[in-house]
């Protein structure tokens, strides 16, 4: 039965410990880690009944994953139109359609069809790359787009997650390291106040090839936590005990008192 909602080249992940299946197209973007951990990192308030935006959301994943552990309402937006379709079908595919929608725009123009200051928790995955004179560019468009900020970038993120959010409302951002001081300022400069930060590894022994950001918006100044590591694989290449039970262990709660 799944195999009827495919189009040619496409295919069915599944993440087993949010029971998550997305539809993805390799030649277009796949999820990968980084979706998973960002999805699993965010933590809302209470039940997470308040409405959830992911920005940038390719397929998907981090906005499915997260409607998973929540009650709330969840919008996931996304430029490109092949992948906004591929969502819209994984969202009717696991069952969500009456918590999930997709809007296929622009993250600068959400706001016309979500009301500033209505959201209780905005999640990004953006681009990682910026783009300047030297910059090499991957020439296929849908790549270009989910790796280069060629559509959006830091600053104008953080602006839009700023005027998402309600106060006290929370961003959950995934990023390179290497552009944590560029994170930092582009969301303080927009009142959105880093209050934790998890770095990942790829391996024990290697330098963090990934940072997940908390930030409230309207936040008192301190109280930075920076939290124990994720380490991914060992040293024979397989999945640490630490990933493994996320991808395939209990369903992912809300840890409380947050």
Request: no cysteine; glycine share 6%; aromatic share 6%.
């Amino acid at each position: 039965m799944e195999e009827q909602v495919l189009a040619p080249g496409e295919r069915i992940d599944r993440l087993p410990s949010q029971d998550i299946r997305i539809i993805q197209n390799p030649d277009m973007f796949s999820y990968s880690l980084d979706a998973v951990l960002l999805a699993h990192f965010a933590n809302p308030r209470g039940r997470g009944k308040g409405l959830a935006v992911d920005l940038g959301a390719g397929t998907g994943a981090i906005g499915l994953f997260y409607a998973a552990k929540v009650v709330g309402p969840v919008r996931l937006v996304e430029i490109q139109a092949d992948l906004a379709a591929m969502a819209k079908r994984s969202v009717a595919l696991n069952g969500l359609s009456d918590r999930v929608q997709v809007q296929h725009q622009a993250m600068q123009d959400v706001f016309d069809t979500i009301r500033p200051g209505s959201a209780e928790v905005v999640l990004a995955n953006p681009p990682y790359f910026p783009v300047t004179a030297a910059t090499k560019q991957n020439q296929d468009r849908h790549y270009q787009l989910a790796r280069h900020e060629v559509a959006v970038d830091l600053p104008t993120l953080a602006q839009v997650a700023n005027k998402l959010l309600k106060n006290n409302g929370k961003f959950f951002l995934v990023h390179r390291p290497d552009r944590l001081d560029e994170i930092m300022t582009a969301l303080a400069a927009r009142k959105l106040q880093v209050k934790r930060l998890q770095f990942v590894y790829g391996k024990a022994d290697k330098p963090a090839n990934m940072v997940l950001v908390e930030a409230i918006k309207a936040g008192k100044a301190g109280g930075l936590q920076v939290l124990p590591a994720i380490v991914a694989y060992d040293a024979n290449n397989q999945y640490t005990k630490q990933v493994q039970d996320i991808l395939y262990g209990a369903k992912w709660t809300i840890k409380q008192n947050r």
